[in-house]
């Protein structure tokens, strides 16, 4: 079980870490989409709820970046990971900042599944914080 945490963590770091860009550095829109099993869906924190696939959410993205999204950073706060067999569930609270000014802070979730011994997303969902929205104090970090 610690091998499965441990791994669950990577891919955790990994997924915040890719969607970070600014001048001084690209994100690593493969090493995002890597880490999704084919068909994964995922749900965006906008209404009404419509899912997209990685390579939609990526392509999304892209067109902000080469817009009037110059620099975009996700920090993990604080994180839960559930592991039960072949199937696991991470929560991630994470604080964004565009543009190096707009900061908001959210909570994602991940819904993983392990085969041949290698954890990938299934779906991902998240919703931002709001007045009447906090994050949980596990989640929301030091």
Do not use: H
């Amino acid at each position: 079980m610690d091998k499965d945490r441990r791994d669950i963590e990577n891919i955790i770091a990994r997924q915040f870490r890719s969607l970070n860009w600014g001048s001084e550095q690209a994100a690593d829109w493969d090493a995002f989409i890597s880490d999704f099993l084919p068909g994964a869906l995922l749900y965006p924190a906008a209404r009404p709820v419509k899912s997209q696939t990685p390579v939609e959410f990526v392509q999304r993205m892209e067109g902000l970046a080469n817009s009037k999204l110059q620099s975009f950073t996700e920090d993990v706060l604080g994180y839960r990971i559930q592991v039960f067999g072949n199937v696991a569930i991470a929560v991630a609270g994470c604080r964004i900042t565009e543009n190096e000014t707009t900061e908001s802070r959210s909570v994602e979730m991940m819904l993983l599944a392990k085969e041949d011994g290698v954890w990938r997303i299934v779906a991902q969902a998240w919703d931002n914080e709001s007045d009447s929205k906090k994050l949980p104090p596990e989640l929301a970090g030091p």
